[in-house]
């Protein structure tokens, strides 16, 4: 508790990175804590490792023990529970530069370290362990090496590495589209326009999300799920609404069919789906979103109609 092992990946030769990770992601009778892991993280140690045991989410224990709380984001977890300010100051600087500094050392070193102040400072019992205790894991083949070089030669957001996606595909497999429905909203404190708002995706759970379209609960929206998650107002949004811009400026949430279960993929988005860094100018939601277009009052893609299913 009172170390941090600091793994560089990028820099690590693969092998030997893989087979860490493996015993200590890999290993049932460790606690692994997270924030937001299961969305942001998990996707991107997958060039290494096909499956990691016992995670906590510690925003998935916010939400069990304040479900009537809106869910905030690290920084303002920090503020909320230990009364202090994590310093973000580092995250944007230029992590794919080495030697990394001090000052970046240092930061993610707290990154991590906080999670454990926090996890004491919530004080969890063996139930609510047990209800957001998850084991993950990637069907099929890892890709490995060959991912791993991908990602060496990837766009940096922050402290890793993301691979641009493929531009073979049809760009609308890039993105995780679910079917959802609205359960709560509330407005933003201090800002004109934003509401945060909690959508249910059946199988696929729930998203807490901030945005700025006119929705309600009850409506049935259609959700970009593989978004990685950030802050904003003090609050965490874990996606993004799929929303149709007017020739008056307005914007209109787009409503799936009222037949389409919950959680059901949006045609043609199909796994694996790369994270979308919405703070990266090159990114997959902005190489799509100049593809869809609306067409006698329906969503298509270079002139294909959306489907659900």
């Known amino acids: 508790r009172a170390e941090v092992f600091i793994w560089d990946l990028m820099h690590l030769e693969w092998n030997v990175a893989r087979e860490g990770l493996q015993r200590l992601l890999g290993s049932g009778s460790l606690l692994k804590l997270g924030f937001g892991f299961r969305a942001s993280d998990w996707p991107r140690l997958t060039p290494w490792i096909s499956a990691s045991r016992c995670v906590v989410d510690l925003d998935l224990l916010w939400l069990r023990l ?16 230990l009364s202090r300010r994590l310093d973000k100051a580092e995250q944007c600087s230029a992590w794919e530069v080495r030697p990394l500094s001090q000052s970046q050392l240092e930061y993610a070193a707290l990154d991590a370290h906080c999670l454990i102040q926090v996890w004491d400072a919530l004080a969890p019992t063996s139930a609510d362990i047990a209800a957001v205790c998850s084991d993950l894991e990637i069907k099929g083949e890892v890709e490995g090496a060959k991912a791993f070089e991908r990602d060496r030669g990837g766009i940096c957001a922050g402290d890793v590495a993301v691979p641009a996606p493929s531009m073979e595909a049809p760009l609308l497999r890039c993105l995780e589209l ?63 609404l799929l929303v149709a811009y007017c020739q008056d400026s307005s914007r209109l949430v787009v409503t799936p069919s009222c037949t ?50």
């Open 66 to 81: 304040r479900p009537d709380e809106p869910l905030p984001g690290l920084r303002g977890l920090i503020a909320r529970v």
């Open 178 to 240: 679910r079917v959802g429905v609205v359960i709560s909203v509330w407005d933003l404190p201090n800002t004109r326009h934003l509401c945060g708002c909690r959508v249910d995706l059946g199988p696929a759970g729930q998203r807490q999300l901030v945005q700025g379209g006119e929705i309600m609960n009850g409506q049935r929206v259609v959700v970009l799920c593989n978004v990685v998650p950030r802050e904003m107002h003090g609050v965490l949004s874990q996606g993004g």
């Open 260 to 309: 389409a279960p919950l959680g059901d993929l949006v045609k043609p988005s199909a796994p694996p789906w790369p994270a979308v860094d919405l703070d990266l100018a090159e990114n997959a939601w902005e190489r799509c979103r100049m593809t869809l277009a609306i067409q006698d009052g329906k969503v298509v893609a270079q002139g294909t109609p959306l489907a659900v299913g």
